[in-house]
């Protein structure tokens, strides 16, 4: 069975511009989580969806937002980025409910300059 | 909100048996512990995870004590390959989310 998979893998944007993430879980997981990783504040959760519909959300402002399709992919989005914003992030899915097993994807490490 | 803690770091040598502690004294009773790991900037791979009962599958075993205040994660027999950052953590029975520490890394010798 494939596992997640994340595109792009890498990405450069500049400050103020805005950028999509995707991500494919493995086949039959209906919950999709994204986390951001940085060295300083290692790995935070953005949000979970599950059928479509955000479950769950972590403390990031309004310019991160995601969905998700009814095939089960996800998408981030991250409109007017910041420096800050330059970090891993990763998608993890799970079979049905956050408490089951996540499994990553390799992530999309994205630079801002 | 359960936390973890983890030593920053610990050194094995390789062939040896891996013991990696965590302290999670504040654990409620329904929540459970999950060890991950990440190499190098990958995405975290899963390990193993327990309630109560201490666990093993073909990667690791999972020991918890019988307060759950602490738990080990052993690796038999590691290898070069076990290098990597450790991830001990607790499963919030709240909304589901993993509150992710700051890991051990852990470096095998040759």
């Known amino acids: 069975k494939a596992g997640v998979t994340q595109t792009p893998r890498y990405l450069i944007k500049t400050r103020g511009q805005q950028v999509t993430l995707s991500c494919s879980p493995i086949s039959g997981h209906r919950s999709v989580s994204w986390y951001q990783q940085t060295p300083g504040q290692g790995l935070q959760f953005l949000f979970e969806?599950?059928?479509?519909?955000?479950?769950n959300k972590g403390n990031f402002p309004g310019r991160f937002s995601g969905r998700q399709f009814s095939n089960s992919r996800s998408e981030m989005n991250v409109s007017t980025l910041e420096l800050g914003d330059s970090a891993l992030y990763l998608c993890?899915?799970?079979?049905?409910?956050?408490?089951?097993?996540?499994?990553f994807g390799p992530g999309t490490r994205l630079t801002v300059l | 909100d359960a936390k973890t803690t983890q030593p920053p770091s610990m050194d094995c040598a390789e062939g040896r048996a891996a013991n990696l502690p965590c302290n999670h004294s504040?654990?409620?009773?329904?929540?459970?512990v999950y060890w991950y790991r990440q190499i190098h900037s990958q995405g975290p791979q899963y390990i193993i995870h327990?309630?109560?009962?201490?666990e093993t599958n073909e990667m690791a075993s999972l020991i918890i004590t019988e307060d759950r205040k602490s738990s080990t994660l052993i690796l038999p027999h590691a290898t070069l390959r076990d290098t990597a950052v450790y991830y001990c953590i607790v499963l919030m029975s709240s909304n589901y989310q993993l509150i992710w520490g700051a890991g051990t890394k852990l470096i095998i010798k040759p």
């Open positions: 504040t654990i409620s009773g329904n929540e459970y």
């Open positions: 327990g309630l109560k009962n201490n």
């Open positions: 969806y599950f059928s479509e519909t955000q479950r």
């Open positions: 993890a899915s799970s079979l049905d409910v956050m408490v089951d097993t996540q499994y």
